[in-house]
């Protein structure tokens, strides 16, 4: 109960709950589990829009907002994508969200957090010595 009282990070304080689920609307769910909300009015606006909020499933990170969702909430759509989804394209990826930081993130070989050993430097090498 506390955290949802005074954290933000694990999906939205209960004070933003009460205010999205008060003055807004649900518009729609993504694939990870976060809904999206948009304003009944513009009385609350800053630039004569309807705010747009995403209340995040579980941790709150940007990046797991796609790219659809994204567009919308900054209104560079008008319709969300459940009513007008962007066409996709042969060539592009399921979304995924930034794993920097997590324990999923990449790690080159000889990376410490990977517990590798880096090769030692070889001839080619010189150290700048200053004159």
Do not use: C
């Amino acid at each position: 109960m506390l955290k949802a009282i005074f954290t933000w990070w694990h999906g939205g304080t209960f004070g933003a709950k009460f205010h999205i689920k008060r003055r807004g609307v649900l518009v729609g769910q993504d694939e990870l589990g976060n809904t999206y909300y948009e304003a009944k009015d513009t009385s609350d606006s800053y630039d004569g829009r309807k705010r747009r909020w995403v209340i995040f499933n579980g941790y709150a990170e940007a990046s797991k907002v796609s790219p659809d969702w994204h567009g919308w909430l900054h209104h560079t759509f008008d319709e969300p994508p459940t009513t007008a989804p962007l066409p996709r394209k042969a060539w592009e990826k399921d979304h995924r969200p930034n794993l920097s930081g997590t324990r999923f993130a990449w790690r080159p070989k000889g990376s410490l957090a990977r517990g590798g050993e880096r090769p030692r430097a070889t001839g080619d090498y010189e150290a700048w010595k200053p004159d």
